[in-house]
């Protein structure tokens, strides 16, 4: 499981501060991994979402189960094209870390091989 911890002494970790899923569709992953850790397991949940229907549903869902709008953030943005500010912030003072990081592959998303996203450091071939 995610919330196992690095160092195998500490055992599963019982409480996070950020946790961030880049895909997040309707939310869902985010929300099984809350349950797992108890309703004040994660201080913040982060999620960012392409299409826009989902989007809407992903924020409606956190509300539905019983969040507060301080407990989450959720995006609409594209991940390959990394178009979410906080995440370039450039003063590593202000920069976010998070304690997990969460995903389901993007099954759906059609990527377009058309060179724009051929020149990004998270394509290279090293």
Known sequence: MILDSQEPKLGKKKKL???VDFACGSGSLL????????KDGIN?????EK?????????MNMLLHGM?????VIHH?????NDWDILNE?????????DAVVANPPFSYR????GALEDDFRFKNY
């Open 17 to 19: 501060d950020k946790i």
């Open 31 to 38: 929300l099984n991994v809350r349950n797992q850790l108890g």
């Open 44 to 48: 913040k949940i982060y999620g960012q």
């Open 51 to 59: 299409n826009i229907t989902t989007y809407n549903l992903a924020r």
């Open 68 to 72: 507060k709008d301080s407990e989450f």
């Open 77 to 81: 943005g594209d991940s390959l094209f």
């Open 90 to 98: 450039a003063n590593p003072a202000r920069k976010l870390h998070f």
């Open 111 to 114: 990527r377009d091989p058309n």
